[in-house]
């Protein structure tokens, strides 16, 4: 029998990488910025000081025993509850990564630590980044991100060009979309400007579709993200809703695997079902128990039900 997961959560159905075997390796809410529209809620501790917060030998571990039970995986994503560059041993992580598999690896960040060389060197060693660009000057960035004090607009854009310069993968671009913060035509041509500077190879727009940390912030509908996307140009396009996906292996799935997703991210029993690859009436069945324990919740956003792990 799999041991709980303390580290690797998932797999999860992505709306970009597809099936992603998550790894976490911060705590939770730790992170450079505190944006609004973050599905975990609020920062817990804002820095940019990088540490070795978890033990990197016990996260590979758990990843071989993983590996062996053979689940299906697009792309193992590091990414989590935290921002994942501000792991001292992120590059050790990845040259560990590779030596056990094949699978691809791709980083989920927010993009503000990269001015720093180390990082920047970190990062490198994966096959794909997913970085965030949510604003195209600093009074929208101030908004939005709601930085550590040292980091500016400037800072992160800089730093991810620095980094396009020399890294040979893929670059795809996030710009998450807020009603009335960044969506204004204006706005958007700021953006689009610091996005020729960075020289993505994709451009990603999102949108609200969970639960956010400031509870106003509303999902921008379909027709308006399409003509923002065609406003930015060639190379952007319009991150779609969790798109269909048969069952796969994952037959044997636990209730520690569906909280252990759900202590990263609110998901939809249908997110919940896609990425383990269960039955409906199986799901439902361990988010009862899991009710039942006290360990998760759940919220509405736009008509759809999220569940959440409950706060410590």
Known sequence: MAQNKKYLYGPVLSRRLGLSLGIDIVPFKVCTLDCVYCQLGGTTKKTVERKDYVPIEAVLAELRDALKEGPEADFITISGSGEPTLNLRLGELIDGIKNITDVPVAIMTNGTLFYREDVRADCAKADVVVPSLDAGDEETFQKVNRPYKDISIEKLVAGLCAFRQKFTGQIWLEVFLVEGLNTEI????KIKGLIKRIRPDKVQLNTAVRPTADPAIKRIDAEK??????QIGQGCEVVADLPPRHSGKHTH???????????RRPCSLSD????????RNEALKHITELRHQGL??????DGKTFFKANSK
Do not use: W, Y
């Open 225 to 230: 993200l399409e003509l923002i996307a065609r």
């Open 272 to 279: 919940i079902c896609s990425g383990l690859g269960i039955h």
């Open 253 to 263: 799935s636990r209730t520690e695997d569906i909280l252990s997703m759900l202590k």
């Open 296 to 301: 998760i919740g759940s919220e509405e956003k």
């Open 186 to 189: 204006t706005e958007i041509d």
